[in-house]
């Protein structure tokens, strides 16, 4: 079977296209070009497409015996991910643009070229799995919990999940870098790819913001809950729903960012408990297992990526909107995040965080 491999020149991609053609498939690797002309050369070493990852994939390629392209998708990219970054941002949320990068352009545009090239399917090294369940594909948990991404990736079309291949999906991490290792792989020693792979030169998101001319780093006021001036802060964009560190107030108990209001340029703190919440409404679904909520339903739900699965009903508010109330309060939902719902391991849909309720 002809399968395009996305590689990013990292360990897990590599090791993703070995697998493929240990089993037998004919995979084709392929990387893809996300920085402009201008940028090229400039070699961010967090960058997952920069040029020392396109050297570190091919020597992969080359290692493996099997055809390698480098896939320009640079406009696609700047206006798919980099646009919704800095958007998200001047309106006060926290974006996540892996979410956006895989359901955009992995499995989006990456995967219409996969087809051009005549392959049956499209892999990546994500940790994930594809099951079936009730003769349908379903997108699942990896058996590394530690490592699995699904969460990053309910927002993958519903219809490309029958041409979609996740060969780490069975594997932890370590026997992973055991693989490379063992094939003394160039990727063996290489970093993981970072998030906002694009905004990783000095002075990291906020000077790339600046330089586009967000308007994000304003200063303006800090507030407490009762409304109360108490600081001023550094522009909005340097602070998370969440956020306990980094706030600049010499506060006598530690306090945590509830709300970033960029209409009038100001954010509100207090403390933990005042940070917990159990209701937030969902917009821009993506549903995987479901074709549309009729009425109210149970899942599991997670916030973030690194957070715990919590029990949860999710009950239709509208044509794209939903309320998701848990059974426990939950730590800083925050606005731009997603809300990924789970029935056991499978991933039944998922959407962006809009606003907190309660």
Same mark, same amino acid.
């Given at each position: 079977?002809?399968?395009?491999?996305?590689?990013?020149?990292?360990?897990?991609?590599?090791?993703?296209?070995?697998?493929?053609?240990?089993?037998?498939?004919?995979?084709?690797?392929?990387?893809i070009?996300t920085?402009?002309?201008?940028?090229?050369?400039i070699?961010?070493?967090?960058?997952?497409?920069?040029?020392?990852?396109?050297?570190?994939?091919?020597?992969?390629?080359?290692?493996?015996?099997?055809?390698?392209?480098?896939?320009?998708?640079?406009?696609?990219?700047?206006?798919?991910?980099?646009?919704?970054?800095?958007?998200e941002?001047?309106?006060?949320?926290?974006?996540?643009?892996?979410?956006?990068?895989?359901?955009?352009?992995?499995?989006?545009y990456?995967?219409?070229?996969?087809?051009?090239?005549g392959?049956?399917?499209?892999?990546?090294g994500h940790y994930?799995?594809?099951v079936?369940?009730?003769?349908?594909?379903?997108?699942?948990?990896?058996?590394?919990?530690?490592?699995?991404?699904?969460?990053f990736?309910?927002?993958?079309?519903?219809?490309?999940?029958?041409?979609i291949?996740?060969?780490?999906?069975?594997?932890d991490?370590?026997?992973?870098?055991?693989?490379? /290792?063992?094939? &003394?792989?160039?990727?063996? +020693?290489?970093?993981? *790819?970072? #998030?906002?792979?694009? !905004?990783?030169?000095?002075g990291?998101?906020? /000077?790339?913001? &600046?330089?586009?001319?967000a +308007?994000?780093?304003l *200063?303006? #006021?800090?507030?407490? !809950?009762?409304?109360?001036?108490?600081g001023?802060?550094?522009?909005?964009?340097?602070?998370?729903?969440?956020?306990?560190?980094?706030?600049g107030?010499?506060?006598?108990?530690?306090?945590?960012?509830?709300?970033?209001?960029?209409?009038?340029?100001?954010?509100?703190?207090?403390?933990?408990?005042?940070?917990?919440?159990?209701?937030?409404?969902?917009?821009?679904?993506?549903?995987?297992t479901?074709?549309k909520?009729n009425?109210?339903?149970?899942?599991?739900?997670?916030?973030?990526?690194?957070s715990?699965?919590?029990?949860?009903?999710?009950t239709?508010?509208?044509?794209?909107?939903?309320?998701?109330?848990?059974?426990?309060?939950q730590?800083?939902?925050?606005?731009?995040?997603?809300?990924?719902?789970?029935n056991?391991?499978?991933?039944?849909?998922?959407?962006?965080?809009?606003?907190?309720?309660?």
């Amino acid at each position: 079977m002809r399968v395009v491999v996305a590689m990013s020149g990292g360990v897990d991609s590599s090791v993703a296209a070995f697998e493929l053609k240990r089993k037998g498939h004919d995979p084709i690797g392929v990387t893809i070009k996300t920085w402009p002309k201008e940028e090229c050369g400039i070699g961010w070493d967090k960058l997952c497409c920069s040029l020392e990852a396109v050297q570190y994939a091919r020597s992969v390629a080359e290692e493996l015996e099997i055809p390698f392209y480098v896939i320009d998708l640079s406009e696609e990219f700047s206006r798919e991910v980099k646009s919704y970054f800095v958007e998200e941002y001047a309106r006060g949320r926290t974006p996540n643009p892996c979410i956006y990068c895989n359901s955009k352009i992995k499995f989006g545009y990456l995967f219409r070229k996969a087809q051009e090239l005549g392959a049956e399917k499209i892999a990546t090294g994500h940790y994930a799995r594809i099951v079936e369940a009730g003769g349908n594909c379903c997108l699942a948990e990896a058996r590394d919990k530690w490592r699995d991404q699904s969460y990053f990736l309910y927002d993958i079309p519903k219809e490309t999940l029958p041409f979609i291949e996740f060969p780490l999906g069975e594997f932890d991490g370590k026997k992973v870098k055991e693989i490379a /290792e063992d094939r &003394n792989f160039m990727s063996a +020693g290489r970093r993981s *790819s970072q #998030d906002v792979c694009f !905004a990783t030169a000095e002075g990291g998101y906020r /000077e790339y913001l &600046n330089r586009l001319g967000a +308007g994000a780093f304003l *200063s303006g #006021d800090i507030l407490n !809950a009762s409304g109360k001036v108490i600081g001023r802060h550094k522009g909005i964009a340097s602070y998370t729903v969440g956020q306990r560190r980094g706030i600049g107030l010499g506060m006598p108990e530690p306090v945590y960012v509830l709300k970033i209001d960029p209409e009038n340029n100001a954010i509100t703190v207090g403390g933990k408990l005042e940070a917990m919440n159990r209701k937030i409404r969902i917009t821009g679904l993506n549903w995987l297992t479901e074709e549309k909520l009729n009425g109210p339903k149970s899942f599991e739900a997670k916030i973030r990526y690194n957070s715990k699965k919590a029990g949860a009903v999710v009950t239709p508010c509208g044509d794209d909107d939903v309320i998701v109330q848990f059974e426990k309060p939950q730590f800083a939902p925050t606005p731009g995040q997603a809300a990924v719902f789970y029935n056991g391991e499978t991933v039944a849909g998922g959407g962006w965080i809009e606003e907190v309720l309660e």
